[in-house]
T-cell receptor, first 114, second 115 residues
Framework: EAQVTQNPRYLITVTGKKLTVTCSQN?????MSWYRQDPGLGLRQIYY???????DKGDVPEGYKVSRKEKRNFPLILESPSPNQTSLYFC?????????????FGSGTRLTVV | AQTVTQSQPEMSVQEAETVTLSCTYD???????LFWYKQPPSRQMILVIR??????QNATENRFSVNFQKAAKSFSLKISDSQLGDAAMYFC????????????FGKGTLLTVNP
């Protein structure tokens, strides 16, 4: 089944404790992206990657890191999480020439930082 | 930068009736795509319908249709014969037609369907 797999689905952590949210897709998509969803703000892009070893900042990159060492994986790293990073996170992927469609979203990761 | 505005934070509709969700956007581009996504309590992002800006005909998917007014930069979603399963958060989203793959989302409209 074609899918984007995010783990974990829920995570509670303490301020300052490094964490990684994993994202993996099995569709050979070039483009991958991370979004955060907050009440009243919709989804905002954190980082994106157009291909292996090619990453760039989105609209809200502060406090996050990403890497794209393999085409299928695009982990989101919070090196020193803070309570304002409590949010719902989505990974999404798309083939390069998707035009107006082709986005596949993961199931989301609910992160709480206390 | 493009912006997407959903002016209705919450809407409600009676089962079997019709409801329209509003979306406006701001762009200087002529080539772009617009989407409506549904997010039920399961959190999954589900594509409901999409519209290419160069197509004048409004997109339709079963009970879901859009009213795309390019000059007014308006993209409303009409849900006919509303069902309990339509209850969800709905997001309007914009994507440029070029090599920028970013989706720009509105803040969402929470739709309640009353039995």
């Amino acid at each position: 089944e074609a899918q984007v797999t995010q783990n974990p689905r829920y995570l509670i952590t303490v301020t300052g404790k490094k964490l990684t949210v994993t994202c993996s897709q099995n569709m050979n998509h070039e483009y991958m992206s991370w979004y955060r969803q907050d009440p009243g703000l919709g989804l905002r892009q954190i980082y994106y990657s157009m291909n292996v070893e090619v990453t760039d900042k989105g609209d809200v990159p502060e406090g996050y890191k990403v890497s794209r060492k393999e085409k299928r994986n695009f982990p989101l790293i919070l090196e020193s999480p803070s309570p304002n990073q409590t949010s719902l996170y989505f990974c999404a992927s798309s083939p390069r020439w998707a035009g107006g469609g082709g986005y596949t979203f993961g199931s989301g990761t609910r992160l709480t930082v206390v | 930068a493009q912006t997407v505005t959903q002016s209705q934070p919450e809407m409600s509709v009676q089962e079997a009736e019709t409801v329209t969700l509003s979306c406006t956007y701001d762009t200087s581009e002529s080539d772009y795509y617009l989407f409506w996504y549904k997010q039920p309590p399961s959190r999954q992002m589900i594509l409901v319908i999409r519209q290419e800006a160069y197509k004048q005909q409004n997109a339709t998917e079963n009970r879901f249709s859009v009213n795309f007014q390019k000059a007014a930069k308006s993209f409303s979603l009409k849900i006919s014969d509303s069902q309990l399963g339509d209850a969800a958060m709905y997001f309007c989203a914009y994507k440029s037609g070029g090599s920028n793959y970013k989706l720009t989302f509105g803040k969402g409209t929470l739709l309640t369907v009353n039995p």
